[in-house]
């Protein structure tokens, strides 16, 4: 059983990306985003059907400077953390098959 | 003129089908007839799922897929932020909230969703195929309501950029601009819609347009005009959009008298205007110079009996939220009555 999806902000950001075992996919979104709540439900679950990968939640709202230390210019913006660092960068909406297919190396 | 003729991918299908015979006349695909097929699910497309629905037809909606292109499941109001003209919503109301309710409503009646882009149709005989990759829908009726997508430039760079700086979307990517200068080209209600919007975060908006005058709104032009943050460049059109890793700035021409300026902006917000979603039936439909579908005056009916369409997809000139779902209405209504004329 996935453990779904955990929101993190300024405080718990690097402790819990940098500390992970697994590859962490970030999602940077906010409330006001239509394209981001599009891929919320997709993201619910690529969560519970893959447990080697964690996915994880940045309100750009509530945390603007994590936004602006990985250069995010447009939400939502996926990005997967390997060992702490960016690994894999996706920019805007995508369907299922697509982000999948983008992260299929770390699944 | 497609009327007769399987399109490309009916033939494909034939041959590669399993066990298929060869022959024209063997059923493109093998499930059930559906009395309700459609296409799409801005305003139109959900509002003629609401009205099928309610009349027991059991709709299904091809939704499309998500994106960030303005060409995604709920459509463009997906978006949008505040939608202030929108009837029923004194204090206005989220474009992607509107739409979340729009299916909501549409799924309380037994519309069925799937969340794909339609991939191939084959109007030439009823019921009619739709494709999406190789799962194969049929239906005594087809309702198209895939409406319409921004344009871009063109430029070379352009797509290198989206997500860099160069935008199409100001309500996903303003935030990100606050206290920066930035450019948003255009010259109708939504580059004005943008522009505006895009005031809240940015210090500067430039709004570039190739004309000296705008295609808005008198009510748009008016907040525009009075907006200080907002300067007009007239007759202005962008040649090249420069940056590497992001945008730094973009090169405009004088429509009048060709002379060349930087302009140093950090984000580039495209709004130039829509082109219909109508590839998919280029084969069928009748369509407009403009590439817009026709359909009969007063209804929704196009050249194909059976075949709807409503919304921007058949709309070059009203393309209002209301105006879509109005049609989106007319096209369920025609098709229900249509089924009733066949005996169904």
Known sequence: MAEGISTLDDSTFDETVGSA???????????WCGPCKMIAPILEEIASEHDNIRIAKVNVDESPDLAMR????????????????????????????????????FL | MGVVQASPAYHERDMNGSGGTGSNDAAPCGTEPRDVIIVGSGPAGLTAAIYTARA??????IEGEPSSTSDQPGG?????????????????????????????????FGAEFVTAKATSVDF????????????????????????????MLGLPDEERLIGHGVSTCATCDGFFFRG?????????????????????FASKVYVVHRRDQLRASKIMQDRALANDRIEFLWNRQVV????????????????QTQERSALDVT????????????ELFADWLDRKPNGYLMTDAGSARTNIEGVFACGDVQDDYYRQAVTAAGSGCQAAIDAERWLEAQGH
């Open chain 2, 240 to 255: 090249e959009i420069r940056g590497d890793d992001k945008l730094e700035g973009v090169m405009l021409i004088d429509t």
């Open chain 1, 70 to 105: 990985y250069q995010v210019m447009s939400i939502p913006t996926l990005i997967m953390f390997q060992d702490g660092e960016p690994a894999k960068r996706l920019v805007g909406a995508k369907p299922k098959s697509a982000l999948l297919a983008e992260i299929g190396e």
């Open chain 1, 21 to 31: 075992d697994n590859p962490v996919l970030v999602d940077f979104w906010a409330e």
């Open chain 2, 56 to 61: 027991n037809l059991a709709p299904l909606v």
């Open chain 2, 76 to 108: 463009q109001l997906m978006l949008t932020t505040d939608v202030e003209n929108y009837p029923g919503f004194p204090d206005g109301v989220m474009g992607p909230d509107l739409m979340v309710n729009f299916r909501a409503q549409a799924e309380r």
């Open chain 2, 180 to 200: 920066q200068e930035i450019a948003v080209v255009g010259g109708g209600d939504s580059a004005l819609e943008e522009a505006m919007f895009l005031t809240r």
């Open chain 2, 267 to 278: 984000g580039l917000f495209i709004a130039i205007g829509h082109r219909p979603n109508t």
């Open chain 2, 124 to 151: 030439s005989e009823r019921p009619f195929s739709v494709w999406v990759g190789d799962e194969c829908y049929r239906s005594r009726t087809v309702i198209v309501s895939t409406g319409a997508q921004s344009l």
